[in-house]
């Protein structure tokens, strides 16, 4: 994530959701939780703050029990909605 504002994010939680059958199943950088399809990432305590043109990165590893509407194509699900506390990302 990158800060493009003016000012420091102090506390950061990002959305996003999964397609149906996805999980994250590992996840550095940051503390996941899940209901369903919907995910929410919260900081690590050392990367809590991201200042004006500063960037945070979290990666995380996932697993797919779903169809993901591609015939023959398992695993190509991509995350989609993105929010950055509450507001809709770019």
């Known amino acids: 994530m990158t800060n493009l504002g003016a000012g420091p ?9 999964l397609p149906d059958g996805q999980a ?8 996941p939780v899940q209901d369903g399809s919907a995910v929410t990432v ?5 990367n809590r703050s991201i200042p004006a043109g ?3 990165e979290f990666g995380f590893l996932g697993s797919n ?15 989609e909605g993105f929010t950055l506390n509450g507001s809709r990302c770019r």
């Open 9 to 17: 994010i102090d506390g950061w939680r990002l959305g996003f959701d």
């Open 24 to 31: 994250v199943t590992q996840l550095w950088n940051g503390t």
């Open 42 to 46: 919260t900081p690590a305590g050392w």
């Open 54 to 56: 500063g960037t945070v």
């Open 65 to 79: 029990e779903g169809d993901d509407g591609d015939e023959g194509d398992e695993g190509d699900g991509t995350p």
